[in-house]
């Protein structure tokens, strides 16, 4: 199923090989009507160049709608109709006692098999397992662009660690 916005260029192609330009099509015109009907021009004005920082940051949709005064759906339409992808927050920081390394994960006990190399089947052996190795393991709330570059990262469709340079270094799911 198209987009309202799909469907609109669409139609605009469509005037615009009759009409040459989209600037000459009369109003009264019912493809320009139907233009109207599907990109209203009174929608609420959307600072989609503060959305896409935002997004760029790794805030969610949810958080993201709240601080621009627009709705979660509203947010989501955008970002599917333009194809973009959100950042997932990260639950857990993992830090090494005998070293500088800080990890970051979505899962603890993704975070703990990668780190220990074992199989790990719950989130309070994954802890302890990783306190027994002389790990320190936080549990908060971390936006991508509160992780430091240089630190490690995974989410759990990945098969290994990544190392954080910059904003634009998060590794989306094939795919998604």
């Not at 004005?45 to 601080?67: C, M, P």
């Not at 970002?79 to 973009?84: D, E, G, K, L, P």
């Not at 802890?127 to 320190?136: D, I, K, P, V």
Request: glycine fraction near 4%; hydrophobic fraction near 35%.
């Amino acid at each position: 199923m198209l987009t309202n916005y799909e469907q609109a260029l669409i139609l605009i192609e469509k005037l615009e090989k009759r009409f040459g330009s989209i600037t000459k099509v009369p109003d009264s015109n019912p493809k320009m009507q139907e233009i109207h009907r599907l990109l209203p021009l009174d929608r609420p004005y959307v600072n989609y160049e503060r959305v896409n920082w935002l997004n760029r940051k790794g805030y969610s949709i949810v958080y993201i709608a709240q601080v621009t005064h627009h709705s979660k759906a509203t947010i989501s339409k955008y970002f599917s109709t333009y194809n973009i992808k959100s950042k997932q927050a990260f639950k857990y920081r993992v830090k090494s006692n005998s070293s500088t390394a800080v990890y970051y994960g979505t899962s603890l006990i993704h975070l703990a098999s990668l780190l220990l190399h074992k199989r790990i089947s719950n989130t309070a052996t994954a802890e302890r397992q990783l306190n027994m190795r002389g790990f320190s393991v936080k549990k908060s709330f971390y936006v991508w662009y509160q992780i430091p570059d240089g630190a490690y990262y995974t989410l759990n469709y990945l098969d290994h660690f990544a190392v954080k340079n910059g904003l634009d270094s998060y590794i989306y799911e094939e795919g998604c």
